[in-house]
Nanobody, 125 residues
Framework: QLQLVESGGGLVQPGGSLRLSCAASGFTLDDYAIGWFRQAPGKEREGVSCISTGLDTTSYADSVKGRFTISRDNTKNTVYLQMNSLKPEDTAVYYC??????????????????WGQGTQVTVSS
């Protein structure tokens, strides 16, 4: 059974950092592009950062460029999202998702077949 499990969310003050993890079971993440998406209350889901399969090319939403970094550790079958300099507007439920054999870092949610349950990130003083 293919499963993605996010962890690492929580409450952090503005300017703080969190590292989200997306652990896969039932399949090898190396064969999948992985995307991080988020959805805040009353807003549409948006792509935050994605990493392709193959060359591990990455992409970032303009709102997080220079603050967030996506990476993968194939030995642990896990993808990470390091989030620094967090802002209140980063508050949302963060989801990771997997797309098989996607060789471009495209953060288009309809391309992703498998989704985790989400983890809450709250940035507040």
């Amino acid at each position: 059974q293919l499963q993605l499990v996010e962890s690492g969310g929580g409450l952090v003050q503005p300017g703080g950092s969190l590292r989200l993890s997306c652990a896969a079971s039932g399949f090898t993440l190396d064969d999948y592009a992985i995307g991080w998406f988020r959805q805040a209350p009353g807003k549409e889901r948006e792509g935050v950062s994605c990493i392709s399969t193959g060359l591990d090319t990455t992409s970032y939403a303009d709102s997080v460029k220079g603050r967030f970094t996506i990476s993968r550790d194939n030995t642990k079958n896990t993808v990470y999202l390091q989030m620094n300099s967090l802002k209140p507007e980063d508050t949302a439920v963060y989801y990771c998702a997997a797309a098989p054999f996607l060789h471009q870092a495209m953060c288009v949610s309809s391309l992703y077949n498998y989704w985790g349950q989400g983890t809450q990130v709250t940035v507040s003083s």
